[in-house]
């Protein structure tokens, strides 16, 4: 084999697997450039955790749920607070981005890059969907074959080049269009106190304080009434419906009910660093909402698959009971820091 | 929930692999935990690729029957439907609406349907094509 047409790059890089993509990328990358940050800091600092329902917006003919802010928000929040400023990079052209990438390897610099999750040929072929907002990182590359490290996997993949320039640059909405980043500057020093108030303070006033019917619990229980009045008739929609809302909840790397536990494990962190015993009480407090959650998810699934009768009333009970004990947490969080 | 209490129950989807969670240890300490596989999930998993699958059966009788574009079928396999396949293709969607009628795909200019390949993952020729079975 020529060694000039197939060098090979390899950069040393902790994998440590994460919930998220998105978090478990940048706290991979901040890490190897030796600013230590667990996965829950970064997704909490970010102030990352939501909830949204968007029913103009359709996944395969369903509205959007979301427990997260938008993709992206992520790093561009964490590093915004914390005044480390991110070198982001978008191609035109696949090709340019495959050679930039490339150049990087050889520079000794691994990259997190945004990609389709479909055509990543690693996945495992019933987990691939068409989402353009996965994240992952570069660390070499072998023969044809990308090295990577992908944080929700829990090995290292690879991935041959074709594929990931095809996943770089899918096209239709969040189109990555080829985009890597690193962080190009980090502070010696960095104020984690008050960026993790600052978070909380964003998080807590989206979550109860936003006057819209579709955000924070005001969505919650939006949903609640829309799940309590479907329409009997319809039986294969809502059945897809529930489904969908379980899959966003539970499946696309949330770390466990919709990333209510990755926050309470944030708070939890977060306690200690701020010296306020009473964040580790509004954490197990955030657990207990997170475990009805995955009751509802259960409930959900069960009555998908007729293990379990059609009941929508008592899902949007369930529904009802997460969105109270929600607004309690988050006025007590605020409350806490402010 | 507590580590202990997370489900192990190897779903099939996930091929070995285990996904991570945050859970409480018996300390109540958070600490990130495997997790190989939920009932739940399971659930809603299989029923979203069946969707897919059945919507591809469909299209893919009718095609056979002529009574819809075998592009249709090649959309549905690729877990794609009309909205995708335009956002993607960045074509208008009553545009993809009109080239997804029975006849309109063999009439298609080469370079449009070279972007439908594109987008599907596969050879422009194969598009015409239903495999024997859907």
């Given amino acids: 084999m020529n060694d000039?047409?197939?060098?090979?790059?390899?950069?040393?890089?902790?994998?440590?697997?994460?919930?998220?993509?998105?978090?478990?990328?940048?706290?991979?990358?901040?890490?190897?450039?030796?600013?230590?940050?667990?996965?829950?800091?970064?997704?909490?600092?970010?102030?990352?955790?939501?909830?949204?329902?968007?029913?103009?917006?359709?996944?395969?003919?369903?509205?959007?749920?979301?427990?997260?802010?938008?993709?992206?928000?992520?790093?561009?929040?964490?590093?915004?607070?914390?005044?480390?400023?991110?070198?982001?990079?978008k191609f035109r052209d696949p090709a340019e981005g495959t050679r930039a990438l490339d150049?990087?390897?050889?520079?000794?610099?691994?990259?997190?890059?945004?990609?389709?999750?479909?055509?990543?040929?690693?996945?495992?072929?019933?987990?691939?969907?068409?989402?353009?907002?996965?994240?992952?990182?570069?660390?070499?590359?072998?023969?044809?074959?990308?090295?990577?490290?992908?944080?929700?996997?829990?090995?290292?993949?690879?991935?041959?080049?074709?594929?990931?320039?095809?996943?770089?640059?899918?096209?239709?909405?969040l189109a990555p269009k080829g985009l890597l980043y690193y962080p190009e500057y980090i502070p010696p020093k960095v104020d984690l106190r008050r960026a993790i108030r600052q978070s909380i303070l964003f998080t807590t006033g989206m979550m109860t304080r936003v006057p819209l019917g579709f955000m924070g619990v005001r969505g919650i229980r939006t949903v609640a009434r829309k799940v309590r009045r479907l329409d009997p008739q319809n039986e294969h929609y809502n059945r897809l419906l529930l489904g969908h809302m379980?899959?966003?909840?539970?499946?696309?790397?949330t770390g466990g009910a919709g990333f209510r536990f990755l926050y309470a494990s944030f708070l939890q962190e977060a306690a200690a660093l701020l010296d306020k015993p009473g964040l580790v009480k509004i954490a197990e407090e955030l657990t207990a909402v997170g475990d009805e959650w995955r009751r509802f998810a259960l409930n959900a699934a069960k009555m998908c698959k007729n293990r379990m009768a059609l009941d929508y009333a008592l899902l949007a009970d369930q529904l009802l009971l997460c969105a109270d004990q929600e607004e309690g947490v988050y006025r007590r969080l605020r409350a806490e820091v402010k | 929930m507590k580590?202990?209490?997370?489900?192990?129950?190897?779903?099939?989807?996930?091929?070995?692999?285990?996904?991570?969670?945050?859970?409480?240890?018996?300390?109540?300490?958070?600490?990130p935990a495997p997790c190989?596989?939920?009932?739940?999930?399971?659930?809603?998993?299989?029923?979203?690729?069946?969707?897919?699958?059945?919507?591809?059966?469909?299209?893919?009788?009718?095609?056979?029957?002529?009574?819809?574009?075998?592009?249709?079928?090649?959309?549905?396999?690729?877990?794609?439907?009309?909205?995708?396949?335009?956002?993607?293709?960045?074509?208008?969607?009553?545009?993809?609406?009109?080239?997804?009628?029975?006849?309109?795909?063999?009439?298609?200019?080469?370079?449009?349907?070279?972007?439908?390949?594109d987008v599907l993952g596969t050879p422009a020729e194969e598009l015409d094509r239903l495999p024997d079975r859907p």
Wanted: proline fraction near 5%; hydrophobic fraction near 40%.
């Fill in chain 2, 3 to 31: 580590k202990e209490e997370i489900p192990q129950q190897n779903a099939k989807a996930f091929m070995g692999h285990s996904k991570l969670l945050y859970a409480v240890d018996d300390q109540g300490r958070y600490v």
């Fill in chain 1, 103 to 173: 150049r990087h390897l050889k520079e000794g610099r691994v990259v997190g890059v945004q990609t389709s999750a479909y055509w990543l040929s690693y996945f495992p072929p019933d987990m691939r969907f068409h989402f353009n907002a996965h994240n992952l990182v570069v660390y070499g590359k072998r023969g044809d074959q990308y090295l990577i490290s992908d944080p929700v996997i829990d090995i290292l993949v690879e991935c041959e080049v074709e594929a990931l320039q095809k996943a770089r640059f899918a096209r239709g909405v």
């Fill in chain 2, 36 to 117: 190989n596989g939920w009932e739940a999930e399971e659930i809603v998993l299989d029923q979203a690729i069946a969707e897919y699958v059945r919507l591809a059966e469909d299209a893919w009788r009718r095609a056979k029957a002529g009574a819809a574009s075998t592009l249709e079928y090649h959309m549905y396999r690729q877990r794609m439907d009309l909205t995708l396949l335009a956002q993607t293709t960045g074509f208008f969607k009553w545009r993809v609406r009109r080239d997804l009628r029975p006849g309109a795909l063999p009439k298609l200019s080469a370079a449009r349907r070279s972007r439908y390949a």
């Fill in chain 1, 246 to 253: 379980v899959r966003m909840q539970e499946e696309i790397g």
């Fill in chain 1, 4 to 89: 000039s047409a197939h060098p090979e790059v390899v950069v040393p890089y902790e994998h440590r697997q994460s919930a998220h993509c998105e978090s478990g990328v940048i706290s991979g990358l901040l890490r190897h450039h030796g600013l230590e940050m667990s996965e829950p800091m970064a997704f909490g600092v970010s102030a990352g955790i939501a909830y949204a329902y968007l029913p103009f917006l359709k996944f395969g003919g369903l509205p959007l749920f979301a427990y997260r802010m938008p993709p992206g928000h992520v790093i561009r929040w964490l590093t915004r607070r914390l005044g480390i400023r991110m070198r982001m990079q």
